[in-house]
């Protein structure tokens, strides 16, 4: 398995040249939220479409 530093440079280096520093960021936290994502979807930290309505109705 790749390392923090090893994933972030694969990111970085996957931007074109003319990247900007705020593209370059953008990528990465995206990088980082998905794999956050599938962290939780593994195990097993997630919420139904019925959760998600219910506490979305309590809102209203």
Not at 5 to 11: A, L
Not at 30 to 41: C, Y
């Amino acid at each position: 398995m790749p390392t923090v530093k090893e994933q972030m440079v694969e990111v970085i280096n996957s931007q074109p040249l003319d990247a900007s520093y705020e593209e370059i960021m953008r990528e990465l936290a995206f990088e980082r939220m998905v794999n956050r994502g599938l962290q939780d979807s593994r195990q097993k930290r997630t919420l139904s479409n019925e959760e998600i309505e219910g506490r979305i109705q309590s809102w209203q």
